[in-house]
């Protein structure tokens, strides 16, 4: 009775996939084949120092113990006259055997052929990263010889959990990695975002995934990072101010803050603000990670380059356009000249305090086009906006120059809901100098004695207001005024803070002069 014949490919010998089941179960009593030319690159990226070359070696002496034991009939390495997949197909005819893979796009490919293939991969129903995740799992964080790891929480308020004290084996590791990347070849829902030898970048459904491979990370590592909630604006208790001016007048908009803080969050919501808004949107991202309707179409980089990308968006003409994580010089030449030939752009910035989103585009544009290029920031910090400047650019002497020959163009940039100027920026020489400023907002005409308005928030929730004059002004007594006339005095909490009935008639009276642009706040003792 002749043996069965099985010829294995690449990936069977890298994964050791026949050490486990199914694998070590089909191979009983079988004849095993190796084209060899698997086996000289094997040896070549063994000699080369390649670890799973030299696991792969391993397997084959592996083999030819069990062949010693009786366990399998004979382990033969076979010259062939083509290359790849037509090496398989070839040597799977001419010894009437079978090919045993664990790649799907092999498994296809072969079949398609007319050959003859065992898959020993995993399954579409098996898919172990699900199992790591709960219902308040940011992310987590696996590498082989430490235990997994998990955020959890929401942005701004996450702490890491140890998901088990056991230090997660090679093997385990390599499995639910190969489990990704197989997912990622054939599912609709999948695809492989961005690919750098050992390092990957996957898009499955809603989880952005990040698998590492030694030599470029020091063991397989995996990150998994998926979205916990889709908001809208309306989430954010936006000012009235603010509402107004996204919707009628910005459009160079920089949305910043640090790493985790809930940028991409905001931008997908803004995104489908503007699109119930009747705006046709766009987005430039890799990886593709914003949570949009199907209405707002994403791309990536065209024949890898974002110009590429731009070139094509400029023949598009879409309204605004959503360009995440911004960090390459190049990036920001695309921003500016997407924004210059009259787009609607938002760029979504890393950055540590809301000035630096600006400076980030000092010597990347001149500074007198700026302010056309870049009107409003929104700094995101643990999920919540804590800072909006909005530019512009005049001609003045610079804050502390009191030579009038020195005026120059300057631009200024403001806090956007108290109009307050907190830095000019103008050029000194060579040098571009960015000077903070201090309480040089415009003055109105106030009572005789009243200083610059102090800056704050207005925060409204259901059935109150709170406005927010910061910690710095705990248990103050402030007096309000609407122009130039007094709303009341009152007392600010131990978090600076003071919350009004909405319906009450102070609480109407604040209400009406922050949608005029007229409040202003300062301190009982400069009333």
């Given at each position: 009775?002749?043996?069965?014949?099985?010829?294995?490919?690449?990936?069977?010998?890298?994964?050791?996939?026949?050490?486990?089941?199914?694998?070590?179960?089909?191979?009983?009593?079988?004849?095993?084949?190796?084209?060899?030319?698997?086996?000289?690159?094997?040896?070549?990226?063994?000699?080369?120092?390649?670890?799973?070359?030299?696991?792969?070696?391993?397997?084959?002496?592996?083999?030819?113990?069990?062949?010693?034991?009786?366990?399998?009939?004979?382990?033969?390495?076979?010259?062939?006259?083509?290359?790849?997949?037509?090496?398989?197909?070839?040597?799977?005819?001419?010894?009437?055997?079978?090919?045993?893979?664990?790649?799907?796009?092999?498994?296809?490919?072969?079949?398609?052929?007319?050959?003859?293939?065992?898959?020993?991969?995993?399954?579409?129903?098996?898919?172990?990263?699900?199992?790591?995740?709960?219902?308040?799992?940011?992310?987590?964080?696996?590498?082989?010889?430490?235990?997994?790891?998990?955020?959890?929480?929401?942005?701004?308020?996450?702490?890491?959990?140890?998901?088990?004290?056991?230090?997660?084996?090679?093997?385990?590791?390599?499995?639910?990695?190969?489990?990704?990347?197989?997912?990622?070849?054939?599912?609709?829902?999948?695809?492989?975002?961005?690919?750098?030898?050992?390092?990957?970048i996957i898009q499955l459904e809603d989880f952005r995934i990040l698998v590492a491979f030694p030599p470029f990370s020091d063991g397989i590592e995996i990150t998994a990072v998926r979205p916990l909630v889709k908001v809208t604006l309306d989430d954010y208790e936006l000012?009235?101010?603010?509402?107004?001016?996204?919707?009628?007048?910005?459009?160079?908009?920089?949305?910043?803050?640090?790493?985790?803080?809930?940028?991409?969050?905001?931008?997908?919501?803004?995104?489908?603000?503007?699109?119930?808004?009747?705006?046709?949107?766009?987005?430039?991202?890799?990886?593709?990670?914003?949570?949009?309707?199907?209405?707002?179409?994403?791309?990536?980089?065209?024949?890898?380059?974002?110009?590429?990308?731009?070139?094509?968006?400029?023949?598009?003409?879409?309204?605004?356009?959503?360009?995440?994580?911004?960090?390459?010089?190049?990036?920001f030449k695309i921003f500016v000249d997407m924004r210059l030939a009259g787009i609607g752009m938002v760029g979504v910035i890393h950055c540590g305090f809301p000035i630096e989103a600006i400076q980030r585009f000092i010597g990347r544009v001149d500074l007198g086009v700026?302010?056309?290029?870049?009107?409003?920031?929104?700094?995101?910090?643990?999920?919540?906006?804590?800072?909006?400047?909005?530019?512009?650019?005049?001609?003045?002497?610079?804050?502390?120059?009191?030579?009038?020959?020195?005026?120059?163009?300057?631009?200024?940039?403001?806090?956007?809901?108290?109009?307050?100027?907190?830095?000019?920026?103008?050029?000194?020489?060579?040098?571009?100098?960015?000077?903070?400023?201090?309480?040089?907002?415009?003055?109105?005409?106030?009572?005789?004695?009243?200083?610059?308005?102090?800056?704050?928030?207005?925060?409204?929730?259901?059935?109150?207001?709170?406005?927010?004059?910061?910690?710095?002004?705990?248990?103050?007594?402030?007096?309000?005024?609407?122009?130039?006339?007094?709303?009341?005095?009152?007392?600010?909490?131990?978090?600076?803070?003071?919350?009004?009935?909405?319906?009450?008639?102070?609480?109407?009276?604040?209400?009406?002069?922050?949608?005029?642009?007229?409040?202003?706040?300062?301190?009982?003792?400069?009333?």
């Amino acid at each position: 009775m002749s043996k069965e014949v099985l010829v294995i490919s690449k990936d069977v010998l890298l994964r050791a996939l026949l050490r486990y089941e199914p694998g070590k179960s089909i191979i009983k009593d079988s004849v095993i084949v190796i084209p060899s030319e698997i086996m000289s690159q094997i040896e070549d990226r063994a000699s080369q120092g390649d670890r799973f070359s030299i696991g792969a070696i391993t397997e084959v002496v592996w083999l030819r113990d069990l062949e010693k034991e009786g366990y399998i009939s004979k382990v033969s390495i076979e010259h062939h006259q083509s290359r790849g997949l037509n090496a398989l197909a070839e040597l799977a005819e001419k010894m009437k055997g079978k090919v045993i893979t664990g790649d799907r796009v092999v498994t296809l490919s072969l079949r398609a052929r007319g050959v003859d293939v065992i898959y020993i991969g995993p399954e579409y129903g098996e898919f172990r990263l699900y199992n790591f995740f709960d219902e308040s799992t940011m992310s987590i964080h696996l590498k082989e010889g430490a235990p997994p790891m998990a955020k959890k929480g929401r942005p701004g308020e996450f702490h890491l959990v140890k998901l088990s004290d056991n230090p997660m084996e090679e093997y385990e590791v390599r499995t639910i990695a190969y489990e990704v990347l197989e997912r990622a070849k054939t599912d609709p829902n999948a695809f492989i975002e961005v690919k750098y030898g050992d390092a990957y970048i996957i898009q499955l459904e809603d989880f952005r995934i990040l698998v590492a491979f030694p030599p470029f990370s020091d063991g397989i590592e995996i990150t998994a990072v998926r979205p916990l909630v889709k908001v809208t604006l309306d989430d954010y208790e936006l000012s009235d101010k603010l509402k107004r001016r996204l919707r009628e007048r910005a459009e160079g908009i920089l949305i910043a803050g640090p790493p985790g803080a809930g940028k991409t969050t905001f931008a997908s919501a803004l995104a489908e603000f503007y699109r119930a808004g009747g705006k046709i949107v766009k987005t430039i991202e890799s990886p593709r990670d914003l949570q949009v309707g199907p209405e707002v179409t994403q791309y990536g980089r065209l024949a890898g380059s974002f110009e590429n990308t731009a070139d094509l968006l400029l023949l598009v003409r879409p309204d605004y356009v959503i360009f995440d994580e911004m960090r390459k010089t190049q990036d920001f030449k695309i921003f500016v000249d997407m924004r210059l030939a009259g787009i609607g752009m938002v760029g979504v910035i890393h950055c540590g305090f809301p000035i630096e989103a600006i400076q980030r585009f000092i010597g990347r544009v001149d500074l007198g086009v700026l302010p056309h290029v870049v009107d409003t920031v929104i700094f995101i910090k643990d999920g919540r906006i804590q800072k909006v400047y909005s530019l512009k650019i005049t001609v003045k002497m610079p804050a502390g120059m009191k030579d009038v020959s020195l005026a120059r163009p300057v631009v200024l940039v403001r806090d956007f809901e108290t109009d307050s100027v907190e830095y000019e920026i103008y050029t000194f020489g060579d040098e571009v100098v960015v000077m903070p400023v201090r309480g040089r907002g415009p003055r109105h005409e106030l009572p005789e004695g009243v200083e610059a308005p102090i800056r704050y928030r207005l925060r409204k929730r259901k059935h109150t207001i709170i406005l927010d004059l910061g910690p710095e002004l705990a248990e103050t007594e402030v007096t309000l005024y609407s122009g130039n006339r007094e709303i009341a005095t009152l007392m600010t909490d131990a978090k600076g803070k003071i919350t009004l009935a909405k319906s009450s008639p102070i609480g109407r009276r604040i209400v009406e002069a922050v949608k005029s642009d007229s409040l202003r706040v300062v301190p009982r003792e400069e009333s």
